[in-house]
């Protein structure tokens, strides 16, 4: 158990949030999923506030990677 503390994506404040890790993969851990070293944690309690915050910044990322590739990365120029 742990308690971790990060700013959402287009958030302005920062989450605190109780969380526990669920997964961990150890640097040069050849077995299992095919996931980089690492670990996974998984939110317990969260501040009414900073889970509203939480979804709102995660959502509008999500909606941002979902669009068409044209409108996020602009084509060369040539000089």
């Known amino acids: 158990r742990m308690t971790v503390e990060f700013q959402p994506p287009f ?3 920062r989450v ?5 890790v669920c997964w961990v993969k ?7 999923a095919a996931s980089p070293p690492g670990m996974g944690i998984q939110f317990s309690t ?3 506030a900073d889970d509203a ?3 709102a910044g995660y ?3 999500l ?3 979902q669009e068409t590739p044209s ?6 120029t040539a000089l």
């Open 71 to 76: 409108k996020l990365s602009h084509a060369p």
């Open 46 to 48: 969260m501040d009414v």
């Open 26 to 32: 150890r640097l040069g851990d050849t077995g299992g």
């Open 59 to 61: 959502k509008r990322l």
């Open 16 to 20: 605190v949030a109780d969380a526990q």
């Open 63 to 65: 909606d941002q990677s």
């Open 11 to 13: 958030g302005r404040g």
């Open 53 to 55: 915050g939480f979804e």
